[in-house]
């Protein structure tokens, strides 16, 4: 029997995405923006979706049921009280508050493990107090914990995205954060078939045009036989004025002075190089000017089946909704091939365990 999971501020799904590619059964999920659960449902069909505000959840009502019967919480709770300068930063600080509802929901059901992530000053702010006070609260539930910063790039995804990772076990010492892959991608290697839409152009679900041109994107579109979410923004005139004079693998310095904008992004106005990685995705990475996402070569900036091939979500993984809302959808998103390099260790603890149980 696949081990079960439940995961909380799920979004549109990275986490479980990663978990259910590695042999996990995602029972329960809890999202609270409506297009994002709908999202969510759309592309995990077995999981069960509660859409609410986790905040006005009978916590005991909804979980409850699962006590005993969940391996592990998965989740990342926002928690604003560490990034703002020069306060104490403690769990204690209402702006943490939804962190709290992520260990009640531990609480309750008393899952075999935990997987929590977020921002990577969660583990550094205030000395490392916040890391404390974390490892204090989960120590007297009982479990143990392994922590540390993880880079998506360390794990076949073509993109520079940082995340803390905290893996909790009841009972026992906790694995080990997954060891880097020595693979590394490209954001061509992940985009390059894609590349033939110029502004304003694209339909939500059209026929693919090109061959596969690497092993990457020949995993990426395994089992999809349609190109959906590849629709190019509509830029303005300005803005395809001033794209149209940026060169490959060059950026705002070449542009007259009259053409610079205030933008307080870094890369903004920037083409992405073909042969690197990518700069974390954001959920506004359809303007040039919030950050360094414009096409290596086309004038515009990169659609959200681009972006999401960036997040390393398979073409099979559909975004519904509104244009913004699936910005958010894959800005927000764990990537699933690092989420799938969390649920490894975790399943092959898990399976130790067995092993040395019938030994």
């Given amino acids: 029997m696949k081990p079960k999971v439940i995961d909380?501020?799920?979004?549109?799904?990275?986490?479980?995405?990663?978990?259910?590619?590695?042999?996990?059964?995602?029972?329960l999920a809890n999202e609270y923006d409506p297009s994002i659960a709908a999202a969510y449902e759309e592309n995990?069909?077995?999981?069960k979706m509660i859409?609410?505000?986790?905040?006005?959840?009978?916590?005991?009502k909804?979980?409850?049921d699962?006590?005993?019967?969940?391996?592990?919480?998965?989740?990342?709770?926002?928690?604003?009280?560490?990034s703002q300068k020069g306060q104490r930063k403690t769990i204690h600080d209402e702006r943490n508050f939804l962190f709290k509802y992520y260990v009640k929901v531990v609480e309750l059901v008393r899952p075999r493990y935990f997987v929590m992530e977020n921002v990577p000053n969660l583990l550094t702010a205030e000395g490392g107090y916040f890391r404390k006070e974390i490892e204090e609260l989960f120590n007297s539930m009982g479990y143990q914990l392994k922590m540390g910063v993880l880079n998506a790039s360390d794990?076949?995804?073509?993109?520079?995205r940082r995340r803390a990772v905290i893996i909790g076990k009841h009972g026992g010492e906790a694995p080990d954060l997954p060891v880097a892959k020595k693979v590394s991608v490209t954001i061509w290697d992940a985009i390059?078939?894609?590349?033939?839409?110029n502004s304003g152009e694209g339909e939500e679900t059209q026929s693919y045009r090109n061959e596969p041109q690497s092993e990457y994107q020949k995993k990426l579109r395994a089992g999809s036989t349609m190109l959906r979410n590849?629709?190019?923004?509509?830029?303005?005139?300005?803005?395809?004025?001033?794209?149209?004079?940026?060169?490959?693998?060059?950026?705002?310095?070449?542009?007259?002075e009259e053409h610079l904008t205030k933008s307080i992004y870094s890369g903004t106005w920037t083409r992405m190089r073909k042969d690197e990685i990518s700069v974390t995705i954001t959920t506004r990475f359809d303007t040039p000017s919030s950050g360094k996402f414009t096409h290596p070569f086309l004038d515009r900036a990169i659609t959200v089946r681009e972006a999401a091939r960036i997040q390393s979500f398979p073409d099979s993984f559909q975004f519904v909704g509104n244009k913004g809302s699936q910005m958010k959808q894959v800005g927000n998103a764990v990537p699933p091939l690092l989420a799938g390099a969390i649920a490894e260790v975790i399943m092959n603890d898990i399976e130790e365990d067995v092993n040395n149980e019938q030994a």
């Fill in 192 to 197: 390059s078939d894609l590349a033939y839409l």
């Fill in 44 to 47: 995990h069909k077995g999981t």
């Fill in 230 to 256: 590849h629709v190019a923004t509509k830029h303005s005139p300005l803005a395809l004025e001033r794209l149209a004079m940026i060169p490959p693998n060059a950026g705002k310095e070449v542009l007259p």
């Fill in 62 to 64: 909804t979980f409850s």
């Fill in 66 to 82: 699962y006590a005993g019967k969940v391996d592990v919480i998965i989740g990342g709770p926002p928690c604003q009280g560490f």
């Fill in 8 to 27: 909380l501020f799920a979004g549109v799904g990275g986490l479980s995405l990663g978990f259910e590619n590695s042999g996990f059964d995602v029972v």
């Fill in 155 to 160: 794990y076949g995804v073509p993109q520079n």
């Fill in 51 to 60: 859409c609410g505000d986790i905040t006005s959840l009978d916590l005991q």
